[in-house]
């Protein structure tokens, strides 16, 4: 009934093979450290530690640590390291797996690096070992982008909320909707094949029901898009407005430092810059634009372009102006600046100061900035809060999920009464749920899912 099953074991045998060398990978940051990991997996695993040692370690124990010498190939000393050794299948690639825990001096890493090419291994790629683990069956594709999304997380509800999906609740969650619409297609396909009775219709309501349960959580699954993104990749700021109006010196107060260019002349910043900062508990992209304003010059053109985009693409839009601000509906993602209110008379500052949805600011003296900080916080946690536990770590699943929404509103929307019809939209979506969980995945997803992963990852 489901071709997956072939197309997934073609694509893990192709796969497999590369596993067949043994390979390394630094998976601390290279600099001076008390400690430096380096990692090696593979069935060459246990034999390289015996010669590293100078043949000391040759029948490591599992999940067993040494204190041990290593050396280069001129048996000269590089270090004095623990070594961790993991049997495969249990250990977090699944096949053989050693820890080299030296003291983290570049000098050392490098030779010890140095020796493991010597020795026939081979440098990881990137993700590779979180690769192995995936192709070994010990996580699922979910859980993959869950452990990229756990180092790569910037606030505590990032760390929880990954730490969540590793451990398998958000592949648990997608299981159990995955197997409502199994269970689904297996009754339209019943009442296909064998049913010999006119009970189409019976039916037909059973497998709705089935339908609807699993669009709920769909649906539920992809509006914690949204909030999971800003807690694991951070908000991202994005200031506009006319040219010259102070955003690039708002942009670099808000920073602390001075970033982006500040000049007297109109339309010096064309294109965005973008700096990861902090506001509040929250982590933000902040974005200074070019100034928004009719122009002939190309490169101009192009940055008021971009600026749009950013702005529509934006979290929180911060809009500066110097004159009197709109009185329009304010759109809730967007926070009104009037700047340079050092140059405003006290009376003027106070008119403009009714309108609770601006904030008065000189960027140059840096006032008002506190209230605009505390305005975008305010923001910030209203929009990463979620009451949803299991949420989504990457946009690759939103997308998945969003076309299982497709594929089962189709058959609720239309009130789709052709049990062929509705088979086919419950197969699509089964494909769907299959290429979210990386039970059939091609090279080129495995390739962009893996290629985000730092090296020794
Ligand atoms: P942008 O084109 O909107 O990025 O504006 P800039 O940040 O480059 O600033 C344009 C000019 O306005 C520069 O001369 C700044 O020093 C000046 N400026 C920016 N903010 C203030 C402010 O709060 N008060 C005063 N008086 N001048 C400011």
Redesign the pocket.
Known sequence: MFGFAKKRLKTQNNMSNKNKNTYFGLSTPLGRSATATIRLSGWESKKTLEKLTAGKLDNPKHRTSYVVDIYNKNNTLIDNVIILYFKGPNSYTGDDLVEIHSHGNPIIIEQICETLLNLGLRPAEAGEFTRAAYLNNKIDLVQAESILSLINSNTIDGVNLSLNSVSGSLSIKTLEMRKEIIEALGLAEYELDISETDTHKQTIKVIKKRINRALLDTTKLISTAKSARINTLGASVVIY?K???????LFNTLLNYERSI???T?G??RDTVDVASTIGRHSVVLVDTA?IRKTEDIAEKLGVERTQEKINEADISIQ?VTGAPSTKAANPNNITVL??T??LEKNEINNVRKNKNVICV????KTGIPSLLKQINKKLDSKSQCKIETQITSTRQKQRLKNIQKELEKVLRNKETNLEIIAHHLTCAIKEFDSLLGKTSTDDVLDSVFSSFCVGK
Request: aromatic share 0%; charged share 20%; glycine share 12%.
């Open positions: 407005g040219p010259n109006v102070g955003k690039s010196t500040v000049t007297d109109a010096t910043t100034g500066v700047n340079k050092d140059l000189s960027a140059k003296n």
